[in-house]
Nanobody, 123 residues
Framework: VQLQASGGGLVQAGGSLRLSCAAS????????MGWFRQAPGKEREFVAS????????YYADSVKGRFTISKDNAKNTVYLQMNSLKPEDTAVYYC?????????????????WGQGTLVTVSS
C-alpha cells in the first residue's frame, strides 16, 4: 500500500483545513487508517484513527471535538477535517494504514506510512 497525503498549508488560528490521504491498492477497504503528527523538536504523536469500515473512530484528547476523521472506501481515501485550529496544531501530519477491523492508536501498530503534509497555524 502506498499513501499520499495532501491538503496541508498555512491557516490562521480558528480556521479550518481538510487533509486527504489517497491510497493505492485494492485492499484499502480492509485497512484501518490513522493520522499522526510531528511538531518541530517533538515525537510523532497520535491524532485520530478509524476502523476499516468507518464505523469506529478514536481521537486524541487534544483534538477531540475539533477534528473529524472519515474514510471513503470507494475513493481509497481517508480525510481529516480540522476545525478551530490552534497554533499548537502546527506540525507535519502523516497518514498511516494497517490491515485490521478495529482502530489503532500506536505508531508501532501501523505498517504503511505516507510522506507527510505540513500544517502551519498562525496566531
Amino acid at each position: 500500500v502506498q499513501l499520499q497525503a495532501s491538503g496541508g498549508g498555512l491557516v490562521q488560528a480558528g480556521g479550518s483545513l481538510r487533509l486527504s490521504c489517497a491510497a493505492s491498492g485494492r485492499a484499502f477497504s480492509t485497512y484501518a487508517m490513522g493520522w499522526f503528527r510531528q511538531a518541530p523538536g517533538k515525537e510523532r504523536e497520535f491524532v485520530a484513527s478509524i476502523s476499516w469500515n468507518g464505523g469506529s473512530t478514536y481521537y486524541a484528547d487534544s483534538v477531540k471535538g475539533r477534528f473529524t476523521i472519515s474514510k471513503d472506501n470507494a475513493k481509497n481515501t481517508v480525510y481529516l477535517q480540522m476545525n478551530s485550529l490552534k497554533p499548537e496544531d502546527t506540525a507535519v501530519y502523516y497518514c498511516a494504514a494497517r490491515p485490521g477491523s478495529y482502530y489503532y492508536t500506536r505508531l508501532s501498530e501501523y505498517n504503511y506510512w505516507g510522506q507527510g503534509t505540513l500544517v502551519t497555524v498562525s496566531s
